[in-house]
């Protein structure tokens, strides 16, 4: 099993920044792919940025492409999310998730290994 844990969360104004960190440990963790989840409240966790195991291959919800990006660091066991352009509607917990199968898929089914996730807020 692997273990991810977020952090860097937190309240943001409409039109800001904010990089989420996912750092994971335990077995081949650098031979997974990676990806990132929210879900706002009442509405179905989904699917928005992964990225296979060595960083060369990445996917987007359109609902974040152009303003996010999902890189990793396997020296360090790491994974980022820079966000752009921020606005209310991408307030939500973010998760990051694991899946040690191919391609970089988006279906939260296919993932394993979750992390607690960490709140994101958009507001002024």
């Known amino acids: 099993q692997l273990q991810l844990v977020e952090s860097g969360g937190g309240l943001v104004r409409p039109g800001g920044s904010l990089t989420l960190s996912c750092a994971a440990s335990g077995r081949r963790s650098n031979g997974y792919v990676i990806a990132w989840f929210r879900q706002a409240p009442g509405k179905e966790r989904e699917g928005i940025a992964c990225i296979s195991s060595s960083g060369s291959n990445t996917r987007y919800a359109d609902s974040v492409k152009g303003r996010f990006t999902i890189s990793r660091d396997n020296a360090k066991n790491t994974v980022y999310l820079q966000m752009n352009s921020l606005t209310p509607e991408d307030t939500a917990i973010y998760y990051c998730?694991?899946?040690?199968?191919?391609?970089?898929?988006?279906?939260?089914?296919?993932?394993?290994?979750w992390g607690q996730g960490t709140q994101v807020t958009v507001s002024s």
């Open positions: 998730a694991a899946r040690s199968g191919p391609g970089v898929i988006l279906a939260k089914a296919l993932y394993d290994d």
